[in-house]
């Protein structure tokens, strides 16, 4: 097997161990320790029936996974997608493991799935699939246990079902269960877009610090879901930076004159995809990943940029907006190319830093201006980049290395002073 085989071999959870390891020996950490921070706490695999439309009975198979609780509740979103395994659930909860600590926040991580095709599913299927699925989990989530949120193909309207059955089940309505509900049962103002918002801000410091005018820049965004669309978006109305590509599943557009992204969202609301807007060249998403452009933003799926594409990349910083985008070998291959990457873990945080909020603001129905939410985001994203830069420079390492450090240092703190319990 070669080198480029081997990384398509890793899996996503292969991936989240190698980090935790390299990390975790330079630490020097107790190798009890270090294999407790290499596994999940807890798993949940569920079986469970739903009635479709045609009055057939579906069995689906969802999961919950617990990764790490040492610095608070758990926390972690549920992503439905016909390839959902339990081994990419437990990387993505190891995954918010890590980024609620580098964060700062008080959690743990957690993250779910259901393996299903949303595409093919009608809206009462989708309702009824949630429901089932919240009830087979209720066991262990809970306000002040392990709070879901969106993730891939789940959104405020899902959010709000699982609320609605969770608080079915206890009798009284019970908002703080899940972030990223709708704003008349307890959502927060700015939610929606809040992931991207952390993307900007984060890419907006790395742009500060080597010297890049976002007003100037060109930007290429693969994916154009909640993430890809919203920083897509955000870059152009707020940074003025020009959008010269974007993708989605079937395959992307570019022009050198720059997109709207919000005309393109429209576009793919009408017809179920980015392809054929007009003024635009069609491109592929591999062609996408190597773009001549200034800023990356890799929005889609986890392993797009690989040994096999990393050396031809054209970006000077890659920002993640989705988890795990980059595999360990392209990431050695960007650092020695100069590219900034900066890593998912920080990256994409202010969706959860904006659940976070949603959460204070449920459990004390107390709630915030749009103004008050944006403010407090760009102070944690800025304040976590700025700790996480510094760590690099110190430690010669690039921006992941770092992050985890900043992370790992955390929970390893909780873990000594909190003990090993009996
Ligand atoms: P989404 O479902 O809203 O959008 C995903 C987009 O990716 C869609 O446009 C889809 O067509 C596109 N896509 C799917 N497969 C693709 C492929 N093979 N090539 C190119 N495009 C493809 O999802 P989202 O919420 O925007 O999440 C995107 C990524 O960001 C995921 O990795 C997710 O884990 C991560 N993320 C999301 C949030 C959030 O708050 N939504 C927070 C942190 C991280």
């Known amino acids: 097997m070669n080198t480029q085989e ?12 190698a980090q935790i390891e390299v990390v975790g020996k330079r630490l020097r950490l107790d190798p009890g320790l270090l294999e407790r921070l290499k596994r999940p706490s807890r798993e949940l695999t569920v079986n469970f029936p739903v009635r479709m439309d045609d009055d057939a009975i579906k069995v689906f198979t969802g999961f919950r996974v617990q990764y790490n609780q040492v610095l608070g509740p758990f926390k972690g979103g549920i992503r439905y997608h016909p390839d959902v395994s339990l081994e990419e ?46 009830s087979e989990i209720s066991i262990i989530i809970g306000p002040h246990k392990d709070i879901p949120a969106p993730d891939v193909s789940t959104d405020a309207q899902v959010m709000a079902w699982i609320m609605d059955t969770y608080s079915m089940n206890q009798g009284y309505s019970v908002p703080g269960v899940v972030t990223g509900k709708p704003l008349v049962i307890g959502g927060s103002k700015g939610r929606e877009e809040a992931t991207a918002r952390g993307v ?100 889609a799926l986890a392993g797009s940029i690989t040994v096999s594409n990393a050396p031809r990349l054209k970006t000077r910083i890659v920002a993640e907006g989705a988890n795990g985008p980059t ?70 390492v690039d921006m992941r290395i770092a992050a985890y450090i900043v992370a790992m240092k955390k929970v390893v703190e909780a873990y000594r002073v909190r003990g090993i319990y009996p």
């Open 6 to 17: 081997a990384a398509n071999e890793m899996s996503a959870f292969d991936i989240a161990q």
């Open 89 to 134: 659930v437990r990387a993505l909860a190891a995954w918010m493991t890590w980024k609620c600590a580098v964060i700062g926040l008080p959690y743990g991580g957690a993250k779910g799935g259901v393996i299903c095709n949303p595409k093919e599913m009608s809206p009462g299927e989708l309702e009824r699939l949630t429901r089932r699925f919240t």
């Open 200 to 299: 900007m801000y984060a890419t907006r410091e790395a742009a500060k610090n080597i010297g890049m005018d976002l007003s100037d820049a060109t930007i290429a965004v693969q994916g154009f879901g909640n993430v890809g669309y919203n920083a897509a978006r955000l870059f152009k109305e707020e940074c003025s930076s020009k959008i010269i590509a974007v993708s989605d599943s079937r395959g992307g557009i570019h022009s050198s004159r720059g997109l709207d992204p919000k005309k393109v969202k429209l576009h793919k609301e009408r017809t179920g995809s980015v392809l054929g807007f007009p003024d635009s060249n069609q491109v592929t998403n591999e062609v996408l990943l190597e773009m001549d452009c200034d800023v990356l933003i890799p929005a």
């Open 327 to 396: 595999t360990p070998e392209a990431d050695g291959i960007l650092f020695k190319k100069g590219v900034t990457v900066i890593p998912d873990i920080l990256c994409n945080a202010g969706g959860v830093t904006v659940s976070y909020f949603e959460w204070v603001q449920s459990l004390q129905h107390f709630f915030w201006s749009i103004e008050e939410v944006k403010k407090r985001l760009e102070d944690v994203m800025v304040k976590a980049f700025e700790k996480v830069w510094t760590t690099a420079q110190e430690e010669q």
